[in-house]
């Protein structure tokens, strides 16, 4: 959720600050005294000239005009006795500032006030350095750019210096450790410097020590400060505001003796410097705005919070704190602000209790603790990404300045409380387990410019109009719950402020007519709906010159698309659709595209080489022909996947792949791709999926691959290789590789012995934490046959690892250096021409859940080391010429008869025929055969077995079927154990 709020926070600076339209107006046209002096005039109207003006804004030089007094005009101040200009304050300019603009010759100035304007990137002239009497010099966000000359320096009567910068801009300002010790040594009276955002990476943090005495304030804010930060800044006397929030390199501790300060505001969230409670809160008193997200603490904060009794604005946020939420926090008198989302809190929040005499408080029923008087002055509550259970008490509903409320990414249950607080201007209770409905009184905060009730369970019919009071909504989500949506009666309702609208598996059946007044519309979400239709056509205008995210995935729309004319789209996600036609093509500002499950057909328009920004392309399932474009290939230099399976395209594989490309996912499987693979592939240094399988590739095996240091997954399957593998050519070859398909080919020879030793993701044991491959928008997808199955594996993960040599016609036999590879969970040598014995190495495989062997030309016994396979679900060793008894005990007892059809030497369950005396059944079988009875069959055994190995399997869910119960586990334990099985699947649900 954190892009949300980012949102919130650009739409507030809009919406709610004055920052952003600031029109405080301090021009001051004096009634007595010389009128402007003639030279300034000119000077100011050929500024003004330079200038292309933001008509829209009602803060503008607009009206300047030769005939009145310059003194007179908006953002203008003179000197009484001379009339020269010493002050211009100006905002909503576009344009240069050169050296030789005429704004250098207004030599008298002492205050200048630049910001929110579009300088389109101008260098800060040094010529700024010739107005010997300015005091106040504010550039913030004007986007200007490059070096902070050093002529600064010379404005030895500074008193504030701004130069904030817009972190969202491309461009930014930097500063030298040579400009910053001129500045810092020459500009004694110097009380307040702002540098925020600007580019300090290349400074010495120690420079700042000489900072003048008079200092006030101290803005640092994500200067990319790197080193340690001089300690002797927390101690200058008259410092009251220090900011240096997102430094996330600078270290450095608080003073631990002597130290009292003056400081109000102190920021040190993703610092590295340490923060120890108990200097922080003795020494000082004064402290009424603290900021320590992500920080790291020496002591507890429990203990000393309560001595900040001037603290109005408290942020912990993002430091994993654990147990209870210090309740007590909200006694202290004066707090207004807190904000301890994104830590580990669990408990439920206090409820109200009136006691005796019948006044309100606070009460924590999960300690069985008094906490206080109800907070009635907070106004902003932030406890969203913890584990906060229970229910929404009803006085958070009814605080009367409340202004924002996160309580976002809970476990908060029940119905959602009526909100009474008119002043609420965000409220967030996204991902949480509310239910019921939503409360009327949301429809009454006439305030409110964010919504968010997404990932619940609420319920009901809901007509978008009852929204209609909300006209300042600038987001609203209510996506995933089971609400349905209708926009029926909206004919004259619009929000025109809207930035976002989630309404993704809202059960809408058409496009929301009523969009088209959302001048704004930043990011539209309206996935997993029913709506069935073609695009209409005034939805193409939609936000056309605003619009960066749209998701329509997951519709049943239909028709063709035609042109897109969103001009500054990033994000269109189109899958799972019915859409036809001509594949269209996005912007060239797009980042991510994916089109695939639809019913596009023809060929790629040559105009997809337009998007030379792309990161991911997935058109796939589709019925897209022609040959790939060979441009695909060059602009990989931001694309990291490239997902093109399962349409028709022919032709070879793009040769185009060159060095520094960022590829990470390539993928062309179930095509018509023929001739051989190109060895620009090797370009690909950062690839980790290659799935090249089903198609009609033509070539050796290439081990040339074995270079690329991150391949996770290799599939080749079914094409027409042929050869014998070889031997590696490097030390470490395939080192990460996990999935390994080279099933339905002509690979000839020996197996590759060479290779297998040193496969050292499969050797080594991965930690069984749930990840999987994949990266934010998009999860890496393949094909895979897992036990006998084709199996889509929609997700990878992390420690998944596989070997199917299938089908191919290996010979000779097996080394034992199989056994090696520990952490394999699958191995599929079937349909081969192996001969040999199986190696007893193989009960070495701990993880193996699959072994097929099958239909090859082995010889001797089942080793009986195999019983040790206590994860092994599917076994198949048929159709080979094995002798002797089948082992016993553990999961052996689980296989049936096809599992050793067809080798006439073998004997023993579940075969029926019996063993000769001289072939005693195995050890391992007498040592469990107290838990034997009957027919040597255990059910408890067998589940036992799953639950020690199995049951991970089943738990990740790769083997989970549409119908959610694992095909093969019903198969095997199913007939006897049905209702016993389920409930394991559904435990591990
Ligand atoms: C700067 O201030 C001094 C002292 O007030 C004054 O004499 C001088 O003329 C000023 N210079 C300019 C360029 O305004
Ligand atoms: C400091 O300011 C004075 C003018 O007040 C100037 O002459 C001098 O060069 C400046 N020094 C530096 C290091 O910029």
Same mark, same amino acid.
């Given at each position: 959720m954190g892009w949300l709020c980012l949102l919130f926070l650009l739409f507030t600076a809009c919406q709610f600050n004055s920052t952003c339209s600031s029109s405080s107006n301090s021009s001051s046209s004096l009634s007595s005294g010389h009128l402007c002096h003639p030279d300034d005039s000119s000077a100011l109207l050929q500024f003004k000239n330079s200038f292309s003006i933001d008509t829209s804004s009602d803060w503008t030089i607009s009206s300047w005009q030769k005939a009145k007094d310059c003194c007179a005009w908006s953002g203008v101040t003179c000197e009484k006795l001379t009339g020269h200009v010493i002050g211009l304050e100006l905002g909503f300019l576009r344009g240069k500032i050169h050296s030789n603009s005429s704004l250098f010759f207004l030599h008298h100035l002492k205050r200048l006030a630049l910001m929110e304007n579009d300088f389109e990137g101008s260098p800060i002239s040094s010529k700024f350095g010739g107005f010997v009497n300015m005091t106040h010099l504010d550039l913030s966000f004007s986007n200007f750019s490059g070096p902070i000359p050093f002529q600064i320096s010379l404005l030895s009567n500074m008193v504030s210096l701004n130069l904030r910068q817009d972190a969202e801009t491309v461009a930014t300002l930097s500063l030298d450790t040579l400009s910053l010790n001129r500045i810092v040594q020459n500009l004694t009276n110097l009380r307040e410097l702002q540098l925020f955002g600007v580019d300090m990476s290349l400074v010495i943090p120690d420079s700042f020590k000489n900072l003048s005495s008079s200092l006030t304030t101290l803005v640092l804010f994500d200067s990319q400060l790197q080193g340690k930060f001089p300690e002797s800044v927390f101690r200058l006397p008259n410092l009251r505001v220090l900011n240096l929030d997102f430094n996330k390199n600078l270290t450095g501790s608080l003073p631990n003796s002597n130290w009292s300060s003056p400081l109000e505001t102190l920021g040190l969230s993703y610092t590295r410097?340490?923060?120890?409670?108990?200097?922080?809160?003795?020494?000082?008193?004064?402290?009424?705005?603290?900021?320590?997200?992500?920080?790291?603490?020496?002591?507890?904060?429990?203990?000393?919070?309560?001595?900040?009794?001037?603290?109005?604005?408290?942020?912990?946020?993002?430091?994993?704190?654990?147990?209870?939420?210090?309740?007590?926090?909200?006694?202290?008198?004066?707090?207004?602000?807190?904000?301890?989302?994104?830590?580990?809190?669990?408990?439920?929040?206090?409820?109200?209790?009136?006691?005796?005499?019948?006044?309100?408080?606070?009460?924590?029923?999960?300690?069985?603790?008094?906490?206080?008087?109800?907070?009635?002055?907070?106004?902003?509550?932030?406890?969203?990404?913890?584990?906060?259970?229970?229910?929404?008490?009803?006085?958070?509903?009814?605080?009367?300045?409340?202004?924002?409320?996160?309580?976002?990414?809970?476990?908060?249950?029940?119905?959602?409380?009526?909100?009474?607080?008119?002043?609420?201007?965000?409220?967030?209770l996204g991902a949480n387990k509310l239910d019921g409905l939503i409360p009327r009184s949301i429809y009454e905060l006439v305030n409110l410019g964010w919504l968010d009730l997404s990932s619940n369970n609420l319920g009901g019919n809901l007509e978008f109009e009852k929204f209609s009071k909300l006209q300042i909504l600038g987001g609203l989500n209510l996506s995933f719950n089971h609400l349905s949506l209708s926009?029926?009666?909206?004919?004259?309702?619009?929000?025109?402020?809207?930035?976002?609208?989630?309404?993704?598996?809202?059960?809408?059946?058409?496009?929301?007519?009523?969009?088209?007044?959302?001048?704004?519309?930043?990011?539209?979400?309206?996935?997993?709906?029913?709506?069935?239709?073609?695009?209409?056509?005034?939805?193409?205008?939609l936000g056309k010159d605003s619009l960066r995210y749209l998701d329509l995935s997951h519709n049943s729309l239909t028709g063709t698309v035609g042109q897109l004319r969103w001009k500054?789209?990033?994000?269109?996600?189109?899958?799972?659709?019915?859409?036809?036609?001509?594949?269209?093509?996005?912007?060239?500002?797009?980042?991510?595209?994916?089109?695939?499950?639809?019913?596009?057909?023809?060929?790629? *328009?040559? $105009?997809?080489?337009?998007?030379?920004?792309? #990161? =991911?392309? +997935? !058109? /796939?399932? @589709?019925?897209? &022909? %022609?040959?790939?474009?060979?441009?695909?290939?060059?602009?990989?230099?931001?694309?990291?996947?490239?997902?093109?399976?399962?349409?028709?395209?022919?032709?070879?594989?793009?040769?185009?792949?060159?060095?520094?490309?960022?590829?990470?996912?390539?993928?062309?499987?179930?095509?018509?791709?023929?001739?051989?693979?190109?060895?620009?592939?090797?370009?690909?240094?950062?690839?980790?999926?290659?799935?090249?399988?089903?198609?009609?590739?033509?070539?050796?095996?290439?081990?040339?691959?074995?270079?690329?240091?991150?391949?996770?997954?290799?599939?080749?399957?079914?094409?027409?290789?042929?050869?014998?593998?070889?031997? *590696?050519? $490097?030390?470490?070859?395939?080192?990460?590789? #996990? =999935?390994? +398909? !080279? /099933?339905? @080919?002509?690979? &000839? %020879?020996?197996?590759?012995?060479?290779?297998?030793?040193?496969?050292?993701?499969?050797?080594?044991?991965?930690?069984?934490?749930l990840k999987y491959m994949g990266e934010g928008y998009y999860q890496d997808t393949v094909i895979v046959t897992i036990k006998g199955f084709e199996i889509e594996m929609v997700k990878i993960q992390t420690f998944f690892t596989t070997i199917d040599f299938s089908n191919n016609t290996f010979r000779g036999a097996i080394s034992n250096v199989i056994g090696k590879l520990k952490s394999l969970k699958g191995l599929n040598f079937s349909y081969n021409e192996l001969t040999g014995t199986i190696p007893s190495s193989f009960g070495d495989m701990s993880n193996l859940e699959w072994l097929d062997l099958s239909s090859n030309r082995l010889v001797g016994a089942i080793p009986e080391k195999l019983v040790n396979l206590t994860s092994l679900s599917k076994f198949n060793v048929s159709k080979n010429r094995l002798v002797g008894p089948i082992p016993h005990g553990k999961q052996f007892d689980t296989f049936e008869n096809d599992s050793y059809s067809g080798n006439t030497g073998l004997c023993g369950l579940p075969l029926s025929k019996t063993c000769g005396a001289h072939q005693s059944p195995p050890s391992s079988f007498r040592q469990e055969g107290d838990l034997e009875h009957g027919n040597g069959f255990d059910w408890k055994v067998v589940l036992m077995g799953y639950a020690s190995g199995v049951v991970i399997g089943i738990s990740v869910g790769y083997l989970v079927l549409p119908n959610g119960t694992p095909d093969w586990l019903v198969k095997v334990v199913g007939r006897k154990q049905r209702r016993r099985t389920v409930e394991i699947t559904q435990r591990r649900a």
């Open positions: 410097i340490l923060v120890d409670w108990h200097h922080l809160t003795r020494s000082l008193k004064s402290l009424r705005d603290l900021s320590l997200s992500n920080c790291t603490f020496i002591g507890s904060y429990l203990a000393s919070l309560g001595n900040l009794t001037q603290i109005t604005s408290l942020d912990l946020s993002q430091n994993g704190f654990g147990g209870q939420i210090p309740w007590s926090l909200l006694n202290l008198e004066r707090l207004t602000t807190l904000d301890l989302s994104g830590n580990n809190y669990v408990g439920q929040i206090p409820e109200v209790e009136s006691n005796s005499t019948g006044i309100a408080s606070l009460y924590d029923f999960s300690k069985g603790q008094l906490v206080g008087p109800i907070p009635r002055h907070l106004s902003y509550l932030s406890l969203s990404e913890n584990s906060i259970n229970g229910t929404i008490p009803s006085w958070l509903g009814s605080l009367p300045s409340l202004d924002q409320l996160h309580l976002g990414s809970n476990q908060l249950g029940g119905n959602i409380v009526d909100f009474q607080s008119r002043s609420l201007s965000f409220l967030d926009f029926n009666h909206l004919s004259n309702n619009t929000w025109p402020q809207l930035l976002l609208l989630d309404l993704s598996s809202c059960n809408i059946s058409e496009f929301p007519y009523f969009l088209r007044a959302s001048q704004d519309l930043d990011m539209l979400y309206l996935s997993h709906n029913r709506i069935q239709a073609d695009i209409p056509k005034w939805w193409l205008d500054r789209l990033q994000y269109l996600d189109l899958r799972n659709n019915s859409l036809q036609g001509d594949l269209p093509i996005p912007p060239p500002s797009t980042y991510y595209f994916f089109i695939s499950n639809n019913q596009f057909t023809g060929e790629m *328009p040559p $105009t997809i080489c337009s998007l030379s920004i792309l #990161r =991911i392309l +997935d !058109l /796939s399932n @589709n019925k897209l &022909s %022609g040959k790939i474009h060979q441009c695909i290939g060059n602009f990989s230099q931001s694309l990291s996947v490239l997902d093109l399976r399962n349409n028709k395209f022919h032709g070879v594989i793009p040769g185009t792949f060159s060095k520094g490309n960022v590829l990470r996912n390539l993928n062309l499987n179930g095509n018509q791709l023929e001739g051989s693979l190109p060895r620009t592939l090797l370009t690909c240094t950062e690839l980790e999926v290659l799935d090249l399988g089903n198609n009609r590739i033509q070539d050796t095996f290439p081990n040339w691959l074995e270079f690329l240091p991150k391949l996770q997954v290799l599939i080749l399957r079914s094409n027409k290789l042929y050869g014998e593998i070889g031997i *590696p050519e $490097t030390k470490f070859p395939f080192q990460k590789l #996990r =999935i390994m +398909d !080279l /099933s339905y @080919n002509r690979f &000839s %020879g020996l197996l590759p012995t060479k290779y297998f030793e040193h496969l050292t993701a499969m050797i080594n044991l991965q930690e069984h934490e």
